[in-house]
């Protein structure tokens, strides 16, 4: 009995550190990816930091106000004036379309049966 | 296995011998006790070698682990969550609708290891090639003199620095920076300020407010803390573009010197638009005036709106008459002396172009035809404790709160006595100086029904509280009157339908730096609140030196200059902020007499 015993907690000794060899290998290179991933994080936001200050720089006044200048041919854009602004009652409502009238049937009342009575 | 006390072949063997037996079992006796003790004693010792090992083995794994951690470098965390990174070092400066003002870009500055350099001429010839403001013979000295390190560039585009790259030589070297870009250019210059390097380093450099905003909050947007959150300032891009648009082409149109704008939200005192011309891109901020005999105003860095102090003019009128009213002393109909000129003293106060309103005027009056003698007439009813306790409480004896680092320093000019003759002058605004943003803030407390609320830079969240300075009634009848001054005073150039603008004009000689005043150079104010009928906002119009030549003879006063500027920022700006204009009741169909 204690042979096998012995031959048994060798066996799992061998395992475990085979076992522990992998998680060591497995650990060492999630990290590795949580830092090429968080490096690539910081190279993404720095990117976006950027188009975020070229999105402002694109969009500053003075530029869209040349730019509007500049196409008014094709957009027509003049500042805002009060007297665009409208009220409700401006709104047409939406015309009703009325159901076709293809098959007029007139209901007038039905006969009362004569179990009803 | 026990060994027997008495062992039976020895006991016999002793009684056969005439020993006494007893011996035996006390010897063997005795030998079991040794035996006994040397066991537990050995146990012991082990039991103590096993202490001191574990002692030893736990106090040596403590000492090496504190060697290692003092002896290694240290590393940052690796698996850590990614999320609160600090990208830059400064917060970013937004609008109040989140539009970015102010942001930060990664470039590199360019530095030199003079000693590993190849060949330190022709490097130098190839510098000045790309950056045509370095000199190379200079460049060329400081590369050979012996030193080891030289600072070449602040700042590199990329451009810039691929062209370096191509140079390869290897006593080049770049260093991270972040700079400090303002997207709007010169947009909201005198707000945001501007920014430059502080302590510099290979690896990185300081980047420290210089004006403004970015210099008043210094230490906010540099919070490690708050980094990833950007400043929120009160401004409204598309209103301050609309604003400086405007302003600008008054400026030019009536060949004035400098011009100044604030719109401030009266109920929250938000400052929506802020603007003063001449301005500066802060990208690339000019340097301060040297020259001791300039006017700081001739610099575009001056912010008139905030540092310019200035006598007022007859903006100033509305608050004599407000505290009169709150007073009890006078009504809006009240009629006091008009009769101009008014004799004080050896002192003679005139009205505009020596005309004489009186003998009678009602207090709406002097205000919508500017009276200066009816004003006077007021000011000497309320006398001067009482008028300096209500300026004080307008806040005109203090620098503004605002969140400008140009701010504090911007004090008012008050008279160091306060005879009557300054209670009569100040009345109509001159002999007391304030700056726009003085009156801005007066201006709010009357159109937010008489409560007094702080000016800010800073979006507001939730309600504001403030001080109540007068009485609801009394800043109702004030608005009224201003909106008189519209309808049908000095500032009749001021309507803008839909809006009942509301305001007063001040046109104030410019003194003199050697004593007395200008006769042709004037400040122009327009003070004004909008839409009368439920104030919402104020806004200020000042223009340094402004002439209107579109007619015969050129004009200098607020009506004919600040007022128009004023009204067509009206007309801009209030759709932008979403202030519907207040349709004009529909003229009722009228029944036209007609006959064939």
Not at chain 2, 85 to 103: C, M, Y
Not at chain 2, 218 to 232: C, H, I, W, Y
Not at chain 2, 248 to 267: E, F, H, S
Not at chain 2, 401 to 430: D, F, Q
Request: proline fraction near 8%.
């Amino acid at each position: 009995m204690r042979p096998v015993l012995y031959v048994l907690s060798f066996l799992a000794l061998i395992a475990l550190g085979f076992w522990a060899y992998r998680e060591n290998y497995a650990t060492q290179s999630a990290l590795k990816e949580v830092e090429s991933l968080q490096r690539q994080i910081v190279g993404l936001r720095e990117a976006l930091s950027v188009q975020r200050a070229e999105w402002a720089y694109l969009n500053r006044p003075d530029r869209l106000r040349d730019l509007a200048t500049v196409n008014f041919d094709r957009l027509g854009l003049l500042p805002m004036e009060p007297s665009q602004f409208g009220s409700a009652a401006q709104v047409a409502y939406p015309r009703q379309s009325l159901p076709a009238i293809d098959f007029p049937v007139d209901i007038q009342g039905e006969t009362p049966s004569e179990e009803g009575l | 296995m026990r060994t027997p006390l008495r062992p039976l072949a020895r006991i016999l063997q002793a009684r056969e011998d005439g020993l006494n037996p007893d011996q035996i079992e006390k010897e063997n006796l005795r030998l079991r006790h040794e035996a006994q003790r040397e066991k537990s004693r050995s146990r012991a010792e082990f039991r103590l070698l096993i202490l001191c090992v574990s002692f030893v083995c736990a106090f040596g794994a403590i000492g090496a682990r504190m060697g290692l951690m003092a002896a290694t470098d240290p590393v940052e965390p690796r698996a850590r969550a990614p999320g609160a990174e600090i990208l830059a070092q400064r917060a970013d400066i937004t609008d109040r609708n989140g539009r970015i003002l102010a942001t930060n870009m990664t470039t590199h500055a360019l530095y030199a290891h003079p000693k590993v350099m190849v060949d330190p001429k022709g490097t130098a010839r190839k510098l000045a090639e790309i950056f045509p403001d370095l000199d190379p013979a200079a460049l060329e000295r400081r590369f050979t003199d012996g030193r080891s390190f030289v600072w070449i560039k602040k700042v590199l585009s990329p451009e810039q620095m691929q062209l370096v790259h191509e140079i390869g030589d290897p006593g080049l070297l770049f260093g991270p920076r972040e700079m400090r870009l303002y997207p709007n250019g010169t947009l909201a210059a005198h707000v945001l300020g501007g920014t430059s390097f502080g302590a510099e380093g290979v690896h990185s450099a300081e980047v420290i407010g210089t004006a403004g905003v970015e210099k008043a909050l210094d230490a906010r947007l540099r919070d490690p803390a708050q980094a990833g959150k950007p400043l929120t300032l009160s401004l409204d891009l598309g209103v301050q573009a609309t604003v400086e648009e405007v302003l600008y082409a008054g400026m030019t149109m009536l060949n004035a010197k400098g011009a100044a704008a604030i719109l401030m939200d009266a109920r929250t005192g938000e400052i929506i638009a802020l603007a003063s011309l001449p301005n500066f891109d802060p990208n690339d901020r000019p340097n301060p005036l040297v020259d001791p005999k300039a006017e700081p105003g001739d610099s575009p860095l001056f912010n008139r709106a905030v540092q310019g102090v200035y006598e007022l003019g007859s903006t100033f009128k509305i608050f004599a008459t407000a505290q009169a009213m709150e007073l009890g002393l006078v009504g809006p109909e009240t009629l006091v002396d008009a009769n101009a000129p008014m004799q004080w003293g050896r002192h003679k106060i005139k009205e505009f172009e020596g005309k004489n309103y009186g003998p009678l005027l009602s207090v709406t009056d002097v205000i919508a035809k500017s009276s200066n003698v009816g004003t006077a007439h007021i000011a000497l009813m309320i006398g001067p404790l009482r008028q300096q306790a209500f300026l004080k409480s307008l806040g005109f004896f203090e620098p503004t709160p605002v969140e400008l680092v140009e701010a504090p320093g911007a004090r008012p000019l008050i008279p160091k006595k306060w005879p009557e003759i300054v209670t009569i002058t100040t009345s109509y605004g001159h002999g007391m100086s304030a700056s726009p943003m003085h009156l801005a803030a007066a201006y709010a407390a009357i159109a937010n029904g008489g409560v007094m609320i702080k000016p800010t830079l800073l979006k507001r969240e939730g309600p504001t509280t403030g001080v109540r300075v007068m009485s609801e009634t009394t800043a109702m009848e004030s608005v009224k009157m201003l909106r008189r001054v519209v309808t049908e005073g000095t500032a009749s150039l001021g309507e803008v339908p839909g809006y009942e603008v509301a305001g007063k004009t001040g046109t104030a000689d410019k003194p003199k730096k050697s004593g007395g005043y200008y006769d042709d150079k004037v400040i122009n104010t327009f003070a004004s609140v909008f839409p009368a009928s439920n104030p919402q906002y104020v806004l200020i119009v000042t223009l340094d030196e402004p002439m209107d030549t579109t007619l015969s003879e050129a004009r200098r006063t607020a009506g004919w200059t600040a007022v128009p500027v004023a009204s067509e920022i009206i007309r801009r700006v209030a759709p932008l902020m979403g202030l519907r204009p207040k349709l004009e009741p529909p003229a009722t169909d009228a029944v036209t007499a007609a006959s064939n």
